[in-house]
């Protein structure tokens, strides 16, 4: 850890068959450890190879199928999974996707539930649910709409789209494309950069933007003079006000 921020990358198994029942139980651990730890104010989560996170592990699929087990495996995984991407949305914790290649099904929910998404040029975003004769999961379809709109959202799932890293980026889904050997240091940058603030105005900026679009504007307003009212009682604001009138850079506990 460096700056507050820590890199989790996803090894070869994992970020190729990730979701397997042991596979995703312990990215969950790591993933959940990290954003519960007060020290880490940024996390880079990244992949190996040609893979950012290909989601479920079909040959398990097809030996749970077998052995007529499958929807408790469903279940068992959506239920791992699921928690840890509204925990990522909700935590002061600033998470930056570092795409180095193929993210697919539920590994492209743990991307799309991140703050930020960098591409290499290899990244490559996968719909993959419906060759499999499957419903979306991990989220991605109440993320990926409030990123590219509902049309083409849905064409995305049922075109089974592969967005390639330079299309993912004119749809909106990522925020920027780098050169493979940039995409590191591009991620722990802007995971540094967004992560300086203090923790009330991550966590409360997180929550506003992500509740706004479920609330009435008089609603929402109320909802955001109760966190500032909160924030204005807090040392880091103190320290923002003293900042600001004495020209130097805040420093944020």
């Not at 077998?66 to 914790?93: F, G, M, Y």
């Not at 991140?114 to 419906?130: H, N, Q, S, T």
């Not at 990123?147 to 049922?158: P, T």
């Not at 807090?234 to 009138?245: A, H």
Request: proline share 2%; with cysteine; net charge negative.
């Amino acid at each position: 850890m460096e700056d507050g921020i820590t890199q989790i990358t996803l090894g070869t198994t994992a970020a190729s068959k990730g979701f397997s029942t042991e596979g995703l139980s312990a990215m969950a651990e790591v993933i959940n450890g990290a954003l519960d730890d007060s020290k880490i104010r940024g996390i880079v989560i990244t992949g190996s190879d040609r893979w950012f996170c290909a989601g479920a592990d079909v040959e398990a699929f097809r030996t749970a199928i077998t052995e007529d087990s499958i929807v408790a495996l469903v279940e068992k995984l959506t239920n791992t999974l699921h928690p840890l991407l509204v925990k990522i949305r909700q935590s002061s914790t600033i998470c930056v996707a570092a795409l180095n290649g193929a993210a697919a099904g539920g590994g492209l929910g743990l991307a799309l539930a991140c703050d930020y998404r960098v591409c290499g040029e290899d990244a490559l975003l996968v719909a993959g649910f419906a060759s499999l004769g499957l419903s979306p999961d991990g989220g991605t379809t109440w993320l990926l709409p409030r990123l590219v709109g509902d049309q083409a959202a849905r064409r995305f799932f049922l075109e089974n789209s592969r967005w390639k890293a330079a299309e993912a980026l004119a749809k909106g889904v990522v925020d920027e494309v780098v050169a493979n050997e940039e995409l590191l240091g591009r991620a722990h940058a802007v995971a540094r950069e967004w992560s300086k603030w203090s923790n009330h105005t991550r966590e409360a900026t997180k929550h506003l933007v992500e509740a706004q679009s479920t609330q009435d504007f008089s609603t929402h307003l109320g909802h955001e003079q109760v966190l500032i009212m909160a924030a204005s009682a807090s040392d880091d604001f103190k320290e923002g006000v003293n900042s600001f009138l004495e020209k130097r850079q805040p420093d944020f506990k």
